[in-house]
C-alpha cells in the first residue's frame, strides 16, 4: 500500500481521532490515521461480561468542566448519565476508617486539621504554576528536584495526615508520590482545578461507555482509519513531505500528528533523529498504572447496610468503588490494586481482593458472580495509563512537549493545558494539533 494524504495521524486512541475529527470539521478530508493495534479507542476500552453487559477498563468518567468531552459525546450520539454513587471515600490506616473532612472545626482532631492545612498549602502553590508553561513556575528547579513524596513529608506533622495526604495522590496518580515531581504534580492538579478534580470529575459516565465516542467517530471516518497499521519509522519531517512507514505500507503526508503516549513515541524511528530535547523527553517519561478489576454481582445487596461505597486503605494499596446502575439491576465494584501486586500470581491478587471486599462491603461480596482483571502496563502501546514524570524533566525537556518538530505535531492528553491525564486532555491536545495542522496547509494554499 502506497498513499498520500495531507495529514497522517498516528494513533487511534481518543486523541487521535479527535484530531481526524477536528481536521474533517474544518474541511480537510485528506487524512489517514494509522493505529497499531486491531481496536481504536486508546486508554478506553470495553469489556463485554458473560452474564451481559460490559464494564470499562479504562477512562470511565466526566465532570461537568469537561466540555470538550461532553460536547464531543453529544456530536456523537453518545449520552450521559449518572457516574458514582453519591458519598465520601474513607480511607484506611492501621485498621482506621476515616471520611476526611476539608474544613474540619475546631473539635476535629489534631489530624484532621493537620490534613486540611497541607491541603490549603498546595492548593495554593497549585495556583502559582502556569498552565501552559510550568517550567516557568516561581522556583521551578526547586520544585522540579523535590518529590511529591518529600513535600508532603515537610508540609503535614502527623502520621494520619501524612498518609492520607499519600493516599489522595495515590489514588489520583496510580503511583507513589515518593517517584513523582512536585512540579509535575503541582501542574497536573492545576490544569483541573483543584475543587474540580476532587469533587466533580466524576459526576458522569456514558452509555455504552467511553470508548462508543471513538468507536462513533470510526464509524464517521470510515475507510480513513487504518488498524495494525504501527507505524516504525517516520522520515523526510524536515522537507516537505513527510514518509511514514507503517505494517500496512507506505504514507506520505504533508503533515503529521502523532497522538502517543510520550513514553510510546520512542518505540519510533526518526529519520533525521529528534532534537535532544524530544529524545530526552521520550526517552525518561515515565507512567504507572493501577491494575483495575471488577467484581459482578447479582444485586448491590450492601447498599443500604453501609455508610460508603468507597474505600481507599492505604495500608493495603486498594481501592474499591460501587459503580452500580441507579436501577440496581446488578451490582458492580470496581477496584484498582497498586502495581507492587503486578509481580503476585492473578489467582492471589483475586484472593487479596476478594479478602478485602468481604471485610468493606460484607462476607458475601467474597463470592461475585464474574470477576474481570485488566493491567494496563502489559498493553505494549501504552505501557502504563498514568503519566507521572519523575524530578527534573520537566524544567529540562518541558518545552517540548507541545514544541513542533518540522512537519511532526503532537497530541494526547499528557500535552494538554487543560485536564491533563484526563480524556478531556486528550481530546483538547487532539483537538488543537488539528487546528494547528489547519492553520499550516491553509498557509501554503495561499502563498
Known amino acids: 500500500m502506497s498513499s498520500h494524504v495531507e495529514v497522517a495521524i498516528v494513533g487511534a486512541g481518543i486523541s487521535g481521532l479527535s484530531a481526524a475529527w477536528e481536521l474533517h470539521n474544518l474541511g480537510i478530508e485528506s487524512l489517514l490515521v494509522l493505529e497499531a493495534n486491531s481496536r481504536v479507542g ?12 460490559y464494564v470499562e477498563q479504562g477512562g470511565t468518567w466526566a465532570g461537568p468542566t ?37 474544613s474540619p472545626t475546631s473539635e476535629s482532631d489534631i489530624a484532621q486539621k493537620d490534613f486540611a492545612q497541607a491541603m490549603t498549602t498546595f492548593e495554593a502553590l497549585c495556583r502559582t504554576v502556569p498552565l501552559e508553561t510550568p517550567w516557568q513556575a516561581p522556583n521551578a528547579n526547586i520544585l522540579d528536584s523535590m518529590t511529591m513524596g518529600a513535600w508532603i513529608e515537610q508540609n503535614t506533622t502527623t502520621d494520619e495526615a501524612r498518609a492520607w495526604f499519600e493516599g489522595c495522590v495515590r489514588q489520583i496518580l496510580s503511583g507513589d508520590p515518593n517517584k513523582v515531581s512536585l512540579l509535575w504534580m503541582l501542574h497536573f492538579v492545576h490544569t483541573a482545578g483543584f475543587n474540580d478534580l476532587l469533587e466533580t470529575a466524576e459526576d458522569f459516565s456514558f452509555v455504552g461507555g467511553t470508548q462508543q465516542i471513538c468507536l462513533n467517530i470510526v464509524e464517521r471516518l470510515g475507510e480513513r482509519v487504518l488498524l495494525n497499521a504501527c507505524v516504525t519509522e517516520i522520515s523526510g519531517y524536515d522537507h516537505s513531505l513527510v514518509q511514514l512507514i507503517c505494517e500496512s505500507g507506505v504514507v506520505y503526508a504533508q503533515q503529521v500528528i502523532v497522538a502517543m503516549m510520550p513514553k510510546t513515541v520512542a518505540r519510533i524511528q526518526f529519520h533525521p533523529p529528534l532534537p535532544p530535547i524530544h529524545r530526552q523527553l521520550i526517552t525518561q517519561w515515565e507512567t504507572m498504572s493501577w491494575i483495575k478489576f471488577h467484581a459482578i454481582y447479582e444485586k448491590p445487596w450492601w447498599q443500604g447496610q453501609i455508610i460508603s461505597g468507597h474505600f481507599l486503605s492505604i495500608d493495603s494499596k486498594i481501592e474499591v468503588i460501587d459503580i452500580s446502575p441507579e436501577d440496581a439491576t446488578r451490582g458492580v465494584i470496581v477496584g484498582l490494586l497498586a502495581p507492587d501486586y503486578a509481580t503476585l500470581p492473578e489467582s492471589k491478587r483475586q484472593e487479596l481482593c476478594l479478602a478485602f ?28 495509563c498514568i503519566s507521572a514524570l519523575p524530578p527534573g524533566l520537566l524544567t529540562s ?51
Open 357 to 384: 471486599l468481604g471485610e468493606t462491603f460484607g462476607q458475601a461480596a467474597q463470592q461475585p458472580l464474574e470477576w474481570v482483571e485488566f493491567d494496563w502496563n502489559n498493553q505494549p502501546w501504552t505501557s502504563g
Open 42 to 53: 486508546g486508554r478506553t476500552l470495553n469489556h463485554p461480561l458473560v452474564s451481559g453487559g
Open 397 to 447: 525537556a518541558g518545552s517540548a512537549l507541545n514544541s513542533p518538530v518540522g512537519r511532526i505535531h503532537w497530541a494526547g492528553t499528557e500535552r494538554s493545558s487543560i485536564w491533563a491525564n484526563y480524556i478531556e486532555g486528550a481530546i483538547r491536545a487532539g483537538q488543537n494539533a488539528a487546528r494547528d495542522v489547519a492553520g499550516k496547509l491553509r498557509s501554503v494554499s495561499t502563498t
Open 66 to 102: 469537561q466540555t470538550a468531552l461532553l460536547n464531543l459525546a453529544q456530536e456523537m450520539g453518545v449520552y450521559i448519565k449518572k457516574g458514582k454513587l453519591e458519598g465520601q471515600t474513607l480511607y484506611g490506616f492501621r485498621q482506621k476508617w476515616t471520611m476526611l473532612d476539608a
